[in-house]
């Protein structure tokens, strides 16, 4: 989930089991599109909003509510998606996982390995930071930086991601925050 500068967001206390409200005074529901069962991740970008399925599809959906069904249709489950400089950054389950690179259009461009295969299949997973892609790496425990043409940049270690339950998003221009099923993690991590 990207939180968006509103009045209203909501902080989920798993520990506590209780959510927080703010007001609801700027968010309202306008439209409601069924797509499947189990949507893994959704992204907007340029008008279209990319919702991907545990079972490989991922639904394109324009501004009046027109779905494309199957606009990209993959092997394994998508587990994440992020818009970039106009190509969809998609990470797939497989052993090990893979990115994989599309364009506007539906066109694949590329795919690379990322090294984890213990990830959970929930929560956003890519992160771009200064025209790096961030992906958590949770079977060694850290979080792999790539270019947007599948290059290694560098690994940073982050010894809490070691719960299988990760998510993770852009705090600032050089760093993100993560979010791991631990009762006593609480991580930010800087780039």
Not at 24 to 44: A, D, F, S, W
Request: proline share 3%; charged share 20%.
């Amino acid at each position: 989930m990207v939180v968006h500068s509103t009045d209203d967001v909501i902080f989920c206390d798993q520990s506590q089991r209780m959510n927080i409200r703010s007001p609801p005074i700027g968010l309202q529901l306008v439209k409601e599109i069924k797509v499947g069962n189990y949507c893994n991740t959704v992204c907007h970008y340029k008008g279209y909003t990319y919702v991907g399925l545990e079972n490989g599809a991922i639904h394109r959906i324009d501004d009046q509510g027109n779905v494309t069904s199957e606009f990209i249709k993959l092997a394994k489950y998508v587990l994440s998606i992020r818009a970039h400089d106009d190509q969809l950054f998609i990470l797939m389950y497989d052993q090990p996982y893979k990115i994989l690179v599309y364009d506007l259009n539906g066109s694949h461009i590329r795919t690379w390995d990322h090294a984890d295969r213990n990830g959970s299949f929930y929560g956003n997973k890519i992160s771009i930071v200064q025209n790096q892609l961030a992906i958590p790496d949770v079977t060694n425990k850290r979080i792999t930086l790539y270019t947007p043409a599948g290059e290694v940049i560098r690994h940073i270690q982050c010894d809490e991601i070691s719960n299988t339950y990760v998510s993770m998003c852009e705090c600032d221009d050089n760093s993100v925050i993560i979010s791991c099923n631990h009762p006593s993690a609480k991580v930010s991590s800087s780039i």
